[in-house]
């Protein structure tokens, strides 16, 4: 049974769906939980700034918003009585989804959960999808929760919670 699960988040519905998605089964195996988030200095640059202010204002400032969502998820897993540690990371060192696999292999998961906008054709060439690199590249299984479509959050209906990867 999964004891170690990593649980990428970055504070999006579609990463609170994954971690609620790795709850559940903690719940179900008594494992405990490793929450990391990536702070992504490259997500933001569009090369006008110097590197001055973007390092002294705009990295610290997404350093205490990477802090506050860990610090939420602990506090969500708290809530279901789930042992939950936390990491921050800088994206200087690779893509995020290097990292997610690296934590993988250094703290020995057995299982990775990730929340996904499922991107199909065109938006997934255009915006990557760190999911699907994590999929490929991973040592450990992983579970790939896809967010609620439009249609299923315009209707109420519940969309199936997750789709095993």
Do not use: C
Not at 2 to 9: A, D, F, G, K, W
Not at 18 to 33: F, H, I, Q, Y
Not at 93 to 112: F, Y
Not at 115 to 140: F, I, K, N, W
């Amino acid at each position: 049974m999964y004891q170690r699960i990593l649980v990428p988040i970055d504070g999006s519905a579609t990463s609170l769906r994954g971690l609620d998605e790795a709850l559940r089964m903690a719940k179900l195996t008594g494992a405990t939980l490793r929450l990391i988030h990536v702070v992504d200095e490259l997500k933001y640059v569009t090369g006008f700034e110097t590197f001055a202010t973007y390092s002294g204002d705009v990295v610290p400032l997404m350093a205490e918003a990477g802090k506050q969502i860990l610090e939420q998820g602990r506090e969500r897993a708290q809530r279901a009585g789930i042992d939950a540690e936390s990491v921050l990371f800088t994206s200087l060192a690779g893509r995020v989804s290097e990292l997610v696999v690296a934590q993988a292999k250094a703290w020995n998961a057995d299982l990775i959960v990730i929340g996904t906008h499922g991107r199909h054709g065109v938006a997934r060439a255009v915006l990557g999808s760190d999911a699907e690199q994590v999929l490929r590249m991973a040592p450990v299984p992983v579970l790939l929760v896809h967010a609620p479509r439009v249609d299923e959050e315009a209707s109420g209906v519940a969309a199936p919670m997750a789709a095993a990867a």
